[in-house]
């Protein structure tokens, strides 16, 4: 979410910056990973509105997202892609190397 006042413009750009460093990294997309990543968890521990409001996140968004990746877990799970347990395909989902393999991919 965009800030409205000259004074969240710097708590934006740090939470940001916090974010994109999660993975080692500043790129947006890496940040885009950490806030899903975050949201979850506050999500899941009723601190969803605090987390969103301090860094800046769409709470509209994320359930969109994470919509979005219940029916691409389904439609992989449909066509033998993956299986019903997904643990296996995530053990090294949060290795920065990974990450960054998967956005380089993303730009071919």
């Known amino acids: 979410m965009l800030p409205m006042l000259p004074d969240e413009e710097k708590r934006a750009a740090a939470a940001k910056s916090q974010q994109a460093s999660f993975f080692s990294g500043n790129s947006d ?19 969803e509105a605090q987390f969103c409001s301090q860094y800046f996140v769409s709470s509209s968004t994320m359930s969109m997202l994470s919509q979005m990746c219940r029916l691409l ?4 799970g449909q ?5 019903d347990d ?12 990974i990450l960054h393999a998967v956005l380089v991919c993303g730009c071919i």
Do not use: N, R, T, Y
Not at 73 to 76: T, V
Not at 79 to 83: K, M, S, T, V, Y
């Open 73 to 76: 877990h389904l439609e992989l």
């Open 29 to 47: 997309q890496l940040g885009f990973v950490a806030a899903f990543e975050w949201w979850k968890k506050a999500k899941a521990s009723g601190l």
């Open 86 to 97: 997904v643990s296996c395909c995530s053990l090294k989902a949060h290795d920065p190397g």
């Open 79 to 83: 066509h033998c892609f993956i299986q």
